[in-house]
């Protein structure tokens, strides 16, 4: 069983950077494919990126091109990197890990943090 804690959350404005870190946990970190998922008030969860054990990756449509995600197989630890931060990024971020094949949506996942909050100002 793999625990995960997300870091890096905070307020930013609008057109800046944000790291967010995974740090995993009572697993073996390989064998995981890891996803980061936000939910806004008043929305659903919903997938923003995620890295499967070869490094593949996938990106929603609303973040590409500004959003990159990582995996340090050797800190146990994820990434998300997100520049050019808009208002509309705002939201919980989640970090979530599956032991089988992943995908984009939430109920895949068995393993969760606890959000980190990010805030965009305009």
């Known amino acids: 069983q793999v625990q995960l804690v997300e870091s890096g959350g905070g307020l930013v404005q609008a057109g800046g950077s944000l790291r967010l870190a995974c740090a995993a946990s009572?697993?073996?970190?390989?064998?995981?494919?890891f996803a980061w998922f936000r939910q806004a008030p008043g929305k659903e969860r919903e997938v923003v990126s995620l890295?499967?054990?070869?490094?593949?990756?996938y990106y929603a449509d609303s973040v590409k091109g500004r959003f990159t995600i990582s995996r340090d197989n050797a800190k146990n630890t994820v990434y998300l990197q997100m520049n050019s931060l808009k208002p509309e990024d705002t939201a919980v971020y989640y970090c979530?890990?599956?032991?089988?094949?992943?995908?984009?949506?939430?109920?895949?996942?068995?393993?969760w943090g606890q959000g980190t909050q990010v805030t965009v100002s305009s």
């Open positions: 979530a890990a599956d032991a089988e094949t992943g995908g984009v949506m939430a109920a895949t996942y068995d393993y």
């Open positions: 009572g697993g073996i970190f390989n064998y995981y494919v």
């Open positions: 890295i499967r054990r070869s490094g593949g990756t």
